[in-house]
Nanobody
Framework: QVQLLESGGGLVQAGGSLRLSCAAS????????MFWYRQAPGKEREFVAK???????RYADAVKGRFTMSRDNGKSSVYLQMNSLSPEDTAVYYC???????????WGQGTQVTVSE
């Protein structure tokens, strides 16, 4: 069974940092492009970051220069290092895996990030 488990969310003050993790099971991670999305209160779910294999990345304009996505295929995990956090970053953050070939598409359950003033 495919499972994506996000962790690392929590409450942090503005200007602080968090590192989110997404542990994947049931897939060969090297065969998947990995994404982070987020959904803030009252907003649609939005793209945050993408990483290909081995490591080409793409970021939403809102997080460029502050967030860094990485992957460790050996640990079957991807990460999102979030620095200089702002209240506008408050959201539920979701991990997604999309197969490089074929229709595979999987989502994690989300982890809450709350940034205080």
């Amino acid at each position: 069974q495919v499972q994506l488990l996000e962790s690392g969310g929590g409450l942090v003050q503005a200007g602080g940092s968090l590192r989110l993790s997404c542990a994947a099971s049931g897939i060969r991670l090297s065969m998947y492009e990995m994404f982070w999305y987020r959904q803030a209160p009252g907003k649609e779910r939005e793209f945050v970051a993408k990483i290909s294999n081995p490591g080409a990345t793409r970021y939403a304009d809102a997080v460029k220069g502050r967030f860094t996505m990485s992957r460790d295929n050996g640990k079957s995990s991807v990460y999102l290092q979030m620095n200089s956090l702002s209240p506008e970053d408050t959201a539920v953050y979701y991990c997604q895996a999309t197969a490089r070939m074929g229709p595979g598409n999987y989502w994690g359950q989300g982890t809450q990030v709350t940034v205080s003033e």
